[in-house]
């Protein structure tokens, strides 16, 4: 099913006032295609990630919606929400050692987790197994306890569960960041494959890296200060990047065999704007070298070749 | 400047440390000033340990770390610890967990002045902080007397780095140093260790991403499992990786502009035999052996070799 993210706002409460972490982003992800977001630390990323699944307490959905497959998904109504979670959207965190509980079984500790969603874990064992084979885990594992796997067999563990009931969007929020390069493939080519065999519908592949998100991504989004910068086909966010933040980040990035003595890259001057009183218009503006007058008005995200939006006033 | 010769390290693991854990294994090499060798590991390779012995911070088990021809872990007494560190110094991966976050940042360098500049007039002392901040690209009245959680991590990993600039320092050790840094931030901390290189700085520059290892240094170090895999000028290794291990761990990286599959493809080219097997008589069976100027190749570990 297709995800439509239009508009979303999504503010966190605190004593000082309300942080504007995610602020007008829009996104749209096709069936079956990986989107891959990108963006620094505290562009609303994550933020994108949580209210999509779970807002806990400081999160208020102040406006915009999220749409899957057309319904749109309550997602300020925590409990309206308890019905989608999991079998519709499910989520895989950063975390993988942090999510699994230390002292069960991790069979047992599955089983609870599917009672618990209202399925019968001895009807789902046999799918479990033939999916836990898929990448390439014994089902062995599901009477090990999570301290005996390594960190890139307890993701792919985690993997497995969070779309055991094929869920028609999958959230993945930094999956193989804590991982090192062999195990970071061996995890992204699984959750490729499982997209390929139809076990996930959407994806949200959101990550820091934009050389990962090159690898698997179908489209690209790069968000800036809580709004979507620009969103293209990755080939083309990479090749014709025409946002003047994703050009600047794109150069930052020191590529494998690139060196100081060839080349010297320049990094992004300047850093984000605080969020709990940003400034009006462009966001990106006092960083950007092309700033002019009109961006003191919000650029609007518009599309400027088939599937390729971006928001700035300067881009053709 | 620095030289490590043969230095194994290891741990006593297990219930009530019955089981050696081989952490580092016969690791030699060398860091001239002016010169940056990263060390290129995954985790559990041993390269955070590598950094910690020379540091002091670890005891080495056998081998030697000298530092100017001096064995580092014969320095006795106070005096020649500190006079060690005006001259080596470390930051580290998390800047955050570097600062007391009940003070302003200002303390790290109070700190410093108690120790090695007791006897500094206030306004010389005020003068050379500002030179060392200005000297890593910031603004010394938009980070001093800030706490913090009011400054970003490339902020405050610079400041780290102003700290040690402080001293007299000759060696610097960077343990993973931008891994927690933004992309856009990243590449600032890496042309800062560029400048201090052109400076006659020594650096030791420890990471586990191979894209950051090669950006800038002289010679790249590649662990495994605690041993040397391959070692050589970074543009050697990169070009015309010779241990399968290296090729492996290339071919994984993610590019931006070449897919796994076309780094797969490349992958399948022969890789030859074990050089160090192959190459019978050598003193050490177990030593990198010379394949190129400088390039040095360790034992495959592969079905042929013995063990």
């Known amino acids: ?316 | 400047m620095l030289t490590l010769e043969r230095v194994s390290k290891v741990y006593r693991v297990g219930t009530f440390g019955t089981q050696p854990l081989n952490a580092v294994r016969d690791v030699s090499l060398t860091v001239p000033p002016g010169a940056v060798v990263s060390l290129i590991g995954e985790s559990g390779s041993g390269k955070s340990t590598i950094g910690r012995m020379v540091l002091r911070l670890t005891s080495v088990t056998s081998g030697t770390i000298a530092f100017d021809g001096r064995n580092v872990a014969g320095l006795n007494g106070h005096r020649a610890r500190k006079e060690y560190y005006r001259h080596v110094q470390g930051v580290f991966q998390d800047p955050f967990s570097c600062f007391n976050p009940i003070f302003p940042v200002d303390r790290v360098f109070e700190l410093l002045r108690g120790e090695y500049f007791a006897a500094t007039p206030d306004t010389e002392w005020r003068a050379s902080m500002r030179r060392s901040i200005e000297r890593v690209s910031l603004d010394p009245g938009q980070v001093l007397g800030r706490y913090p959680h009011q400054l970003s991590g490339g902020q405050l990993q610079r400041l780290l780095i102003a700290r040690a600039l402080m001293l007299d320092i000759r060696l610097l050790v960077a343990d993973e140093i931008i891994s927690m840094l933004d992309a856009s931030t990243r590449i600032d901390v890496l042309n800062l260790l560029g400048d201090l290189r052109e400076e006659g700085l020594g650096i030791l520059f420890v990471t586990h991403d191979l894209s950051l290892g090669t950006y800038v240094s002289d010679t790249t170090v590649i662990l495994r499992r605690g041993r040397i895999a391959e070692t050589g000028p970074t543009g050697e290794v990169f070009a015309s990786p010779r241990h399968p291990y290296t090729r492996g761990l290339l071919a994984s990286v993610p590019r931006m502009h070449r897919t796994w599959a076309e780094a797969d493809a490349e992958l399948d080219a022969e890789t030859g035999p074990c050089p160090v097997h192959d190459s019978a008589g050598s003193e050490h069976p177990a030593d990198p052996v010379e394949v190129g100027a400088g390039h040095f190749v360790g034992c495959f570990s592969n079905d042929t070799c013995p063990e």
């Open chain 1, 1 to 316: 099913m297709t995800v439509e993210v239009s508009e979303l706002r999504v503010h966190y409460r605190t004593l000082r006032g309300s942080v504007q972490a995610l602020d007008g982003a829009s996104m749209e992800v096709g069936d079956g295609a990986i989107m891959g977001v990108v963006g620094e630390s505290g562009c609303g990323k994550s933020t994108l990630g949580k209210s999509l699944i779970r807002m806990d307490g400081r999160m208020r959905h102040v406006g915009g919606s999220v749409r899957l497959g057309g319904e749109e998904l309550p997602i300020g109504d925590d409990r309206a929400m308890q019905a989608f979670r999991y079998h519709e959207v499910s989520l895989i965190p950063q975390y993988a050692m942090s999510a699994l509980n230390p002292t069960r079984r991790i069979g047992r500790m599955i089983g609870e987790l599917l009672e618990s969603r209202g399925v019968r874990f001895s009807e789902a064992k046999r799918e479990l197994t033939r999916r836990l084979e898929l990448v390439g885990l014994d089902g062995d594992v599901l009477k090990r306890f999570p301290i005996e796997l390594s960190g890139g067999m307890k993701q792919r563990v985690v993997l497995v569960l969070s779309t055991l009931r094929d869920p028609s969007l999958l959230i993945a929020d930094e999956a193989t960041s804590a991982l090192d390069v062999a195990n970071q493939r061996a995890v992204a080519e699984a959750l490729v494959g499982f997209r390929d065999r139809g076990f996930v519908g959407a994806m949200l592949f959101i990550s820091h890296d934009l050389a990962l998100v090159a690898q698997i991504a179908d489209t690209v989004t790069v968000m800036y200060a809580g709004r979507s910068a620009e969103s293209a086909p990755a080939s083309e966010l990479l090749r014709r990047p025409r946002h003047p933040y994703t050009r600047m980040l794109l150069s930052a990035v020191p590529t494998v065999g690139a060196t100081i003595d060839e080349r010297r890259q320049e990094g992004i001057p300047g850093s984000p704007p605080s969020l709990l009183d940003p400034p009006t218009g462009c966001r990106f503006k006092d960083r950007c070298p092309l700033a002019f007058d009109q961006c003191e008005t919000r650029p609007p995200f518009v599309e400027v070749a088939p599937g390729h939006r971006v928001a700035c006033w300067k881009a053709e």
